[in-house]
């Protein structure tokens, strides 16, 4: 199994564009959550999926963020319009039970 | 609401030298505990988990962690810390309700040889 897998590793854009991040999660796991990690403020969990359905959004920022789970295999999350604010890295983690999740490695996100 | 405190931002140790990372935590009910760690430009790696049973609980490279309900801690240690063992590592409490997960601050290790 590949693991997640995100993209783009790394993302630099310009203040006002729109931002989409992508996610593959584990075959299988039916549970996927993204996550925002900053110095400031650590990990913070964005929103999570079950079986592609949005549980629980309330760590979304503000009405700029939006996540989709189309299918489930394939989920993203769209920054429109992005602010140097939203640079940070954002994880994406995948879970088939409550006993761990697994992480990909990441999309550094820097908005100029 | 659950939270988890980890009270040591970094923590230097020696090579071979013994290892125990504190986290604290609290939720009302019998918690879903895990250690993750993260090296540099990686994703979160799941070391241990404990959800019910023996309150010690062995992990991946050698990683050990014990739940005390009394005190309301899960530490982890390890007996004999190696340079490779440098990162990030968080402590972090589930949800029994669903499937959110809190993750603690994290601790910063540094091994010095």
């Known amino acids: 199994d590949a693991g997640v897998i995100q993209s783009p590793r790394h993302e630099v854009t310009e203040m006002g564009q729109e931002v989409t991040l992508r996610c593959k999660p584990i075959?299988?796991?039916?549970?996927l959550f993204w996550y925002r990690q900053t110095m400031m403020r650590g990990l913070e969990l964005l929103i999570y999926?079950?079986?592609?359905?949005?549980?629980?959004d309330s760590g979304m920022p503000e009405d700029r963020f939006s996540a989709k789970m189309p299918n489930a295999s394939f989920s993203t999350l769209k920054i429109q319009p992005s602010e140097p604010r939203d640079s940070a890295v954002y994880f994406c983690?995948?879970?088939?039970?409550?006993?761990?999740?697994?992480f990909g490695s990441g999309t550094r996100l820097t908005v100029v | 609401a659950q939270s988890v405190t980890q009270p040591d931002i970094h923590i230097t140790v020696s090579e071979g030298a013994s290892l125990e990372l504190r986290c604290n935590y609290s939720?009302?009910?019998?918690?879903?505990l895990f250690w993750y760690v993260q090296s540099p430009g990686q994703g979160l790696q799941l070391l241990l988990k404990?959800?019910?049973?023996?309150?010690l609980v062995q992990g991946i490279k050698g990683f050990e962690a014990e739940f005390k309900r009394s005190q309301s801690s899960f530490n982890l240690r390890k007996p004999s810390v190696h340079w490779s063992d440098a990162a990030e590592y968080f402590c972090?409490?589930?949800?029994?309700?669903?499937?959110?997960?809190?993750f603690g601050a994290g601790t910063r290790l540094f091994v010095k040889a």
């Open positions: 983690a995948s879970s088939s039970d409550l006993y761990g999740y697994t």
């Open positions: 075959s299988g796991h039916n549970s």
């Open positions: 999926f079950n079986n592609n359905v949005p549980i629980d």
């Open positions: 404990y959800f019910s049973g023996d309150t």
């Open positions: 939720y009302g009910a019998t918690p879903y």
């Open positions: 972090a409490v589930g949800d029994t309700g669903g499937f959110k997960t809190i």
